[in-house]
């Protein structure tokens, strides 16, 4: 199994530009979710989605669109980049919302100039 | 969710063990302490989690008091490469979302 994977590793945008972070996991999860990470700061939840078809809002989600059109992918999508969204951003999964122990992806980095 | 305080750093010998502390005292009895670590730049790795009775795996051990009120995550013989960020989290185990709530976290420097 590879796991959690998300893409870009790395991601540079403008202002106003919009863009989707990928993420996949192939251990056939219901729980998915979407973290983002600021220097010195703890994880917050952006939003999260307990099956497919499911979605619901976490912490910060203003800024930020997902949809689950499958088990497999829970993309994040930014519709218009603003510098506040400069942030390091995890996606997780895990077999469903009771679930013990979450597993995390590597990350995308993302730059807003 | 029960908020967590935890110290923003601490320092351990390679060898020794490392004792994490961690206050929740507003925990409800539905609640489990959970405990994840994020290693530089990588994703956060869950290590172990408790609701009343210490538990222990291949990793760690977890120390939770009689009242529930803290908790203390053991390394038991620490590591260079046990240097990172370690998350106390306190969350219901049947919490309509599932999520996880992140604090700041404890930064642990493992020295030879």
């Known amino acids: 199994n590879a796991g959690v994977t998300q893409t870009p590793k790395f991601q540079v945008l403008k202002t106003g530009q919009s863009m989707t972070l990928q993420c996949a996991q192939d251990?056939?999860?219901?729980?998915m979710s979407w973290y983002r990470q600021d220097p010195g700061m703890g994880l917050r939840l952006i939003h999260y989605?307990?099956?497919?078809?499911?979605?619901d809002q976490g912490e910060v989600p203003n800024g930020y669109n997902v949809s689950r059109s499958t088990t497999e992918d829970f993309p994040l999508r930014l519709l218009s980049a603003a510098p506040s969204q400069t942030s390091v951003y995890f996606c997780a999964s895990s077999p469903d919302r009771v679930a013990y122990e979450q597993y995390f992806g590597p990350g995308t980095r993302l730059t807003v100039t | 969710d029960a908020k967590t305080t935890q110290p923003p750093s601490m320092d351990c010998a390679e060898g020794r063990a490392a004792n994490l502390p961690c206050n929740h005292s507003t925990i409800s009895g539905n609640e489990y302490v959970y405990w994840y670590r994020q290693i530089h730049s990588q994703g956060p790795q869950y290590i172990i989690h408790?609701?009343?009775n210490n538990e222990t795996n291949e990793m760690a051990s977890l120390i939770i008091t009689e009242d529930r009120k803290s908790s203390t995550l053991i390394l038991p013989h620490a590591t260079l490469r046990d240097t990172a960020v370690y998350y106390c989290i306190v969350r219901p185990a049947y919490n309509q979302g599932g999520k996880l709530i992140f604090g700041q976290g404890t930064e642990l420097s493992v020295k030879p």
């Open positions: 251990m056939n999860h219901e729980y």
């Open positions: 989605s307990v099956g497919a078809g499911i979605t």
């Open positions: 408790g609701l009343k």
